[in-house]
């Protein structure tokens, strides 16, 4: 018995009963074949780093088609027949690289890379299933499920696009070479069996069984061996695992995949028969087929809606019956295609053996309590157009991959189509409540009328208020929010499809979604060939390994048989004291090796060793009272990673003394007064006094609340702890090692020099791993010292978002008084940052503080300042991305806007007038509003908005000077090398590649200062011996540190072969040099550092202009328009400082629009812990028109080679969008009928928010 497939190329085949019952295909191919090119972060189809393609045979039509799947979700045992193709199959160093991996290498589509494989994966299948005819459209619609975190998509999209039959990206010729074929550098063997060997059942580890029916009789054979009491799962794609986890408890799995009664289709003239496990894709395809057929048209709609459900992978392998199987078991399940479905009032072919069949409506199968049902089949009718009206809508919060706020459909069966009147009437809503489908008063109230009269539409709205009722059903959206929105979408309907002389000229745009072109961008900046290869245009140093998965990253590692994997064990009863852990049920588990606490800890509980703005312990494992939801407590040491997670959950907890008032917001610490929870963090400045007011002047106040962000890094929080020969060899994603080499000798009081560090590079960090990551190192390093065997740490999303510190969140309480002009005569910022349960890592007076001023005219006259640091029950905030800049920044330039909106002038203007003389950006906001013509656009936008009462833009302007704050740093090492042997040079540093381009950088300094062409240097690891004491890689500066340490050291080689190059005459080649230096016994190996005062502080200047579009009704919008000009002295690597200013300026959209952290008040439990809620931002959600400028002529004096650091700055410009917002929003209010208030927007600013704020009530919405 046995299962076989191909792995690029190579047959295997593998007894199930070796392996876990529900081994992914992800585990096997990273754990088995050490496969490491497909990742993981997510494990619930969310992120797609872990896609691969594979080829299947299709169980009827004998065709094998070659499709993205997701390898974390998908089984091994459903893997029979399958050919399976990993980034590693398509190219590497040895065999030559596949063109999408060049190409997306090529156009800069890389950062720190982790996401890479997925992407490339993702295209081949796209190109291979399409046979490599595919259009930008297509292209730019297939990554909705891959989150690259650190691009912000642009140079990705530009990448794939370019392999579209229709694209216009330009494409430098040496990366032209797809004559292009898509040939897999491992041909097929041919060897895949044919489908004809027959499993039956088979009894794999845990006393479980996997059945392989390929009839529906064996599949009801199966049915019959489960026993009553015992659970089954029928698995098709396994994606609803993604959703709703399987429970641990199923006996039984049986693979429906070969069943081809089961994935048969047909298209009838009445009716279309799709077969229950027909994936999505397949059932789109077969919609797009119907479509043309009359009565069929609907399908077109159909079409599109599904394409907004999950995302390709999930599409591909996901399937129609397991998705109506989560609603029937999930009844509050927001599916798609259940409300579509229902609305077209589709009938379920249900078996109850495989011989008795019965055709039953949805809801009727969903109601239906009889066990082993199997559905069959699904039937939709005809509905001719003539005497049908259908649409359906799903409302996101952002553009792709994401489950409703609310969908609905409706179907209106005509009486009379001249004259309107509806015969009947379907109505559905999802995600209202449990159990609600139908709004049935509505239904019935439409019956016999004429759908477009005024009476109608009011007494339909009437009735739809009266029977939503929308519950509480956190984190999903408010049910005010459903409720209006859900109005919304009928509304929309009526408007879309009424005749035209029956609706309002200004209403009718509201009938459409908003529909996004395909996007572009345009880069700008200047290179200074006589500094080449500084300045110059150069390909990321290790592009082209990421994008073929070759790069490792830490879980890449390989450690024996012998390693433990691990998994937190945490607390949840905040402020309780705990009383006794009981670990037995856990440890009775099979696989679980240990199970550590406090009391196994040699030497310091505390996991935050540094003295940088750090002054307080932070605990390992709890010690006293539990600080926050999820604190961890100790750790579980398993044989493999599932066990360690599922046996951490088993784990009993007891405590003391719980009845302690919590507080879980900063909103709660200020209502309460709780002092000892407050400190005033700033410097007093009490001598501002409030001026007298004239004439003329203008007083406001605001609140600007700015929540906070989880860093979201596509590799987890990893370590990996290998115990050598005097002490322990540590891999860890960190971003400082010193801390992490510290709180491990220290807790294990160990010497430090007995705990060695080494990192590659890290996959994504922006501050999540500055000391976050260190509670896991130092339990992973305790399971390994304690059980002297290789111990692995991968935190799981859920792991990292309930028990790591995130983003500070802020708010500001403002007050200004201002001229008539906007001038400001005095503002008061009183502002509060969340530090969670300790004050480490502060942002409020080190970074906030000093960006506050911005680029303003703001003095000790008339700027009062008081910044807050609030301690609450949650863990420890850390750094994120411009931490504490961006909210300094974003305060002000919101006071800026209120100014500007109080005194009823132009933001512009209001700004202009504000600028502090001699401040750079005193020209370059002239300039830059006339390189975007501000003044038109605006123009433009106001008479749009006047036009449209349901669509609205915006336009909104920031500006930045973000400090640049290098005088903190303190030691970073850099040794480089050249090798006798052929002059080749390498560099090991202390500064940590994570992304942003240290590694090209400092190559290209190297390059430079050597004069060696930059293909003779190549970097490698870091380590705790050639990196020893160096500082921390965060604060945008470590390229610019390392480059200088890199630049001395060269220096010093330079120093030391002049003499020699002297001698040799200037015609002697670099080699010659080389080996006459080693001849001469000269040491070819320098050291040196970067040390405080090598680099004074500087700023960064930057504008940015948004320009978006909001749909009122639904809240959504699209970014139509991003200009941004940015500041980046002589840039080190062009190409490398547009991705961090796209990257950091898409994070910061995702911070003001999409990301929302939604805890319970009561307990402090965080409730957005996975990719189903939390939501970065996708590739459709970044700016349609991305246009990015390097401001040029413009050295930094002070800078290293006059360059200027980029990696953090653009994050601050994002702010700009909610400027927009509140320009659309303004619009809305004032047709609303609303007094002119300014509105309360903050980060972050979600649909929801929008609709809320936009005044619309649902009795406005009539249709004249
Ligand atoms: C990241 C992600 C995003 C998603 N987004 C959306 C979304 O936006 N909208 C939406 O509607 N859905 C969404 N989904 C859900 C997705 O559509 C479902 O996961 C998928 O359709 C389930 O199909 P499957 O074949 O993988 O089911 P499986 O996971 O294989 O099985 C699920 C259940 O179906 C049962 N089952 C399977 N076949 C049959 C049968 N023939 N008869 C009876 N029972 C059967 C199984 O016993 C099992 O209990 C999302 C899923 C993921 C992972
Ligand atoms: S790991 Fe599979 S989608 Fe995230
Ligand atoms: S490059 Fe995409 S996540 Fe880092």
Redesign the pocket.
Known sequence: MSIKFNVNGFPYEVHPADYAADITLNTFLREHLHLTATKYMCL???CGSCVCAIQRRHPITGDIKTQAV?SC?MLLNTCNDVDIITDEGLGNKSSGYHPIQKRLAKLNGTQCGYCSPGFVMNMYALMEGNGGQVTMSEVEDSFG?NICRCTGYRPILDAMKSFAADSNIEVQADCVDIEDSFELICPRTGQCSSGNCSRKMLQVQDNCHWYWPKTLAELFNALDQVPIGEE????????????YR?PKNIQHY?D?NMVPD?KQHSIESDHLLLG??M??TEAMQVFQQAASRSGFEYCAQLWKHFN????VP??N?????????????HPE???????TFETLDVQVI??ENANTQRVVSLLAYLQDPSPK????AFLLRSYPKDKYLFNTY?I?SRAQ????YV?AGFLIEWRNIQHRIVASARLCFGNIRPGFVHAQNAEQSLVSRDLYDSATVAQVFGELLTSLQPVEMPPEASPEYREKLACSLFYKFLLGSAPKEVVKERLRSGGQLLERPLSSGKQTFETIPKNYPVTQVVQKLEGLVQCSGEAKYMNDLLTNSNAVHCAFVTAKRVGATIERVDARAALQCKGVVAFYTLQDIPGDNNFNNTTLLSDEPEEIFVAGPVKYYDQPLGVIAALTHDVAVYAATLVQVTYVNSQVKIYTSMKAVLADKAEDRIKIMTTKTEDVSRPMPEAGDVIGRGILELESQYHFTLEPQTTIVVPVEEGLQVFCATQWMDVTQASISRMLKLEANAVQLQVRRVGGAYGAKVTRGNQLACACALVAYKLNRPARFVQTIESMMECNGKRWACRSDYEFQVRANGLIRLLTNNYYEDAGCTLNENVVDFLTRPALPNVYNLTNVNFKVRGTAIRTDAPSSTWCRAPGTAEGIAMTETVLEHIAFACKLDPADARLVNLRPGNKMVQLLPRFLASTEYRKRRDEINLFNAQNRWRKRGLGLSLMEFPVSVNIALCYPATVAIYHADGSVVISHGGIEIGQGLNTKVAQVAAFTLEVPLERVRVESTNTIMGANAFVTANSMASEVVGIAVRKACNTLKQRLKPVKQKLGPKAKWEQVVEAAFNQSISLIATESFKMGDQPNYSVFGLSLSELELDILTGNHLIRRVDILEDAGESLSPNVDVGQVEGAFVMGLGYYLTELLLYDRQTGRILTNR??NYHPPGAKDIPIDFRIELLQKSPNPVGFLRSKATGEPAFCLAVGVLFAMQHAIQSAREDAGLPREWVRLGAPTTPETVVLSAGSEVHQFALQ
């Open positions: 619930e189809g969310g997701n979700l499920g089954y799962i029928m698995v098709a794609g396994n994606t609803a695992h993604g959703v399987r049986i429906v089961l229950a496990n994936s999505l907004l459900i999950a995302n999930v599409r392998n996901g399937t129609l019956a397991g998705n109506i199987s989560i609603k029937k078991q399940f927001a599916s798609d295609v259940f409300i249900v078996h049902l199997v559905i069959g799903k996101l991959n994401v489950h409703a969908n990719t189903w």
